[in-house]
Nanobody
Framework: VQLQASGGGLVQAGGSLKLSCVIS????????MGWYRQAPGKQRELVAK???????IFGEPVKGRVTISRDTTKNTLYLQIYNLKPEDTGVYYC????????WGQGTQVTVSS
């Protein structure tokens, strides 16, 4: 399994971003996918992940400001973040769990105030 995240960048506070993660491998279950982030000097934390096709869970700091979606025809997972805040700055990782965790290389999101 390989994951390739993209879409990060420098954004002003209040802006939005859409991150993408292309996953390759066999028998991928998108219900086992999600997004995490890690700010400098902090532990990696949950942003959003699927629990089932129409059920997701979100980290407290981003609740109400993110959506997670997928396009299985493109083997792609998305994360849309709205109303970005400087504290959203960090490296965003896509994750796939199947007998262990698989991580993409991460994409940097920097929010300026």
């Amino acid at each position: 399994v390989q994951l390739q995240a993209s879409g990060g960048g420098l954004v002003q506070a209040g802006g939005s971003l859409k991150l993408s993660c292309v996953i390759s491998g066999s028998e991928i279950n998108f219900d086992n996918m999600g997004w995490y982030r890690q700010a400098p000097g902090k532990q990696r934390e949950l942003v959003a992940k699927f629990r089932s096709f129409d059920n997701s869970i979100f980290g407290e700091p981003v609740k109400g400001r993110v959506t997670i979606s997928r396009d299985t025809t493109k083997n792609t997972l998305y994360l849309q973040i709205y109303n970005l805040k400087p504290e959203d700055t960090g490296v965003y990782y896509c994750n796939y769990f199947a007998n262990g965790d698989y991580w993409g290389q991460g994409t940097q999101v920097t929010v300026s105030s």
